[in-house]
């Protein structure tokens, strides 16, 4: 007996955008529900529980993407893919900041927007009510536990800050993580704003952890917007 298709929301006021997202997913099996305004699209939330919100943020209307992520976010955890102009990076930090998982800049192929919707899905149930005791990716372990970190087997001295970074982004692995959310979360909202502290540390655990450090592929860069852990 198959299993019932994932719903997918797509939230767009270009139609030419909205129906393009729409044929791709339908395409991999996915049941779409489509809305064009802020409004129509918590009613549909509302009505369908779907399982992944694709979430323009620029959008007219009494209620624009920004505002519709605080409201899903209110309703429960479900992975939230904000589409953003190159011009909109304000509003894309911000959806973040608001709990959002990832993000996707206009224009973007249909192979990246399925690659990120597979991998938002895959994340939730996953991630889902666990208290997870370990990470593992490659030859990259994280004992949460004991607070241990090993490469190929040989554990990798790191500093109180610099554990705890890795702690966050290992957590939330995948996940687009702002500059904010791990200033906040490692050293406290007081130092949210801080970007060039975070910086510094990130350099120094990814010189610890990295195969090449100024070629990193796990601790990856989102340009003027955070950090992604990156699963080998």
């Not at 709990?99 to 399925?114: C, H, Q, R, S, V």
């Not at 997870?132 to 001295?157: H, I, Q």
């Not at 910086?199 to 990856?220: F, M, S, T």
Request: hydrophobic share 40%; with cysteine.
């Amino acid at each position: 007996m198959s299993s019932s298709p994932v719903t997918v929301l797509v939230v767009d006021d270009e139609l030419e955008i909205l129906r393009a997202v729409r044929m791709g997913l339908v395409a991999q099996g996915y049941n779409v529900i489509v809305a064009e305004r802020g409004d129509k699209a918590l009613e549909r939330f509302d009505a369908h529980s779907p399982a992944l919100v694709i979430l323009d943020v620029m959008m007219p209307g009494d209620l624009d993407g920004l505002d519709v992520c605080r409201e899903i976010r209110t309703r429960g955890d479900v992975p939230i893919i904000i589409l953003s102009a190159r011009s909109g990076e304000s509003q894309k930090v911000a959806a973040l900041d608001m709990g959002a998982d990832d993000y996707l800049t206009k224009p973007f192929g249909m192979d990246e927007m399925l690659a990120r919707v597979r991998a938002a899905l895959r994340r939730a149930p996953a991630n889902k009510g666990q208290d997870l005791t370990s990470f593992v990716t490659g030859d990259l372990s994280v004992d949460y536990l004991r607070r241990v970190v090993t490469k190929s087997g040989e554990e990798v001295k790191l500093t109180k800050l610099e554990y705890e970074i890795l702690n966050y982004l290992t957590r939330n692995a995948d996940r687009v993580i702002t500059h904010r959310q791990l200033l906040s979360a490692v050293w406290g909202p007081e130092y949210s704003e801080d970007t060039q502290l975070l910086r510094v540390h990130v350099g120094h655990l990814r010189q610890k952890i990295e195969d090449v450090p100024a070629r990193p592929k796990l601790i990856v860069t989102e340009p003027a917007v955070g950090y992604r852990f990156r699963l080998s």
